[in-house]
């Protein structure tokens, strides 16, 4: 085993351990959809999943399917040979992107409502006991910085997409 394909190997498993927590996916899944991120638009057989995964065919079966239900793999073939190669589904990392940034916005809103509400309880309260609200307007600036890039991903992602 060459030294990127040994890379490779190691990459599968942390990035298939990190889709299981963040993903919350089954291990043998988790670890399909890391091979086939590492393996870009070429993509990956069936036999290649079974043979690098040292997984059943049946194991490999299941999740490949449970992938393509969930729709975050797609596939081709090529002409003259009767192998699907498999790849991520784009949609799926633009559903990801537009999920982050939802969940950016509404935490930005709960921010923005928390420091108002701050505010206003500041103007009755002793000096010693008003709230400081430094780390809302530093979380806030961060928010809209993080949205801002995020945007900007997924602009290139549709970009690159055509």
């Not at 043979?51 to 299941?62: E, G, R, V």
């Not at 709960?110 to 505010?119: D, G, V």
């Amino acid at each position: 085993m060459n030294q990127t394909e040994k890379r490779k190997c190691e990459l599968v498993e942390k990035l298939g351990i990190f889709l299981e927590k963040k993903e919350q996916m089954a291990p043998v899944a988790a670890r399909i959809f890391s091979y086939v991120i590492l393996r870009g638009k070429q993509g990956t057989t069936f036999e290649d999943l079974v043979s690098n995964l040292c997984a059943s065919k049946s194991t490999i079966s299941t999740h490949l399917n449970h992938l393509q239900d969930l729709k975050k793999l797609s596939y081709f073939t090529k002409t003259g040979d009767r192998k699907k190669y498999f790849v991520i589904n784009s949609d799926t990392m633009l559903q990801g992107i537009s999920n982050m940034v939802e969940e950016w916005k509404s935490e930005k809103e709960l921010h923005l409502e928390i420091k108002a509400y701050k505010e206003e309880a500041n103007k009755t309260l002793e000096e010693e006991n008003k709230f400081e609200l430094g780390f809302h307007d530093s979380f806030i600036d961060f928010l809209e910085g993080a949205i801002s890039s995020i945007i900007k991903l997924k602009e290139t992602v549709i970009n690159n997409k055509h």
